[in-house]
């Protein structure tokens, strides 16, 4: 399937006056990457599905709001996010209001992956998982990451960053 600039650019705009075939097309390109973004922040497959079910349900609502200077897949993505966020306030809520624990986070939460750096990025803790997901793999800025967790300043940003490269590059060493 063809995804360049122009291609998507119809796609929006015939999305746009209500072609829902349109919409799905511009689904189907995105699908996987907000699927696979959910994934790994959350490491629930069922959390994963309802955030990018959504996520689309929430895009197909909003499409006559894209701008058309905003790239589509960005766009679906800050929903993506939202949605992301919205899971994670509730179970702490639930947690701080129950006195219990999240549910640990392992590899064998339902994820099969072969990928070694995918299980090992998978079974960090929640913020360092989240702040490393989102500034190295989904290409945030320090200060757009800052942005989502204002409870972490730039620095504190760079720091765990920096921290969670060095215990993954240990973690591989250990695996070799």
Known sequence: MRTDHE????????????????????C?????KIYTMAVRILVDLDKAKEVTVNTSLAAWE????????????IWMKGIALFNIFTIIREQASK????????????????IHSKNKLELLIMS???KERLIFILYSIEGYT???????????????IKFVVRETRKKLIEALKDEL
């Open 28 to 32: 189907e390109i995105n699908v996987k």
């Open 142 to 156: 320090y200060q757009e990451v800052s942005d989502f967790l204002p409870e972490f300043s730039v620095g504190e």
């Open 124 to 126: 960090l803790p929640d």
């Open 62 to 73: 909003n499409i006559k709001f894209v701008r058309p200077d905003t790239p589509f897949d």
């Open 95 to 110: 947690s701080e209001s129950s006195s219990e624990n999240l549910k640990p986070i392992t590899p064998n939460t339902a």
């Open 7 to 26: 291609y998507i650019k119809l796609l929006i705009g015939s999305a746009q006056r209500g072609r829902k075939n349109s919409f799905i097309d511009l």
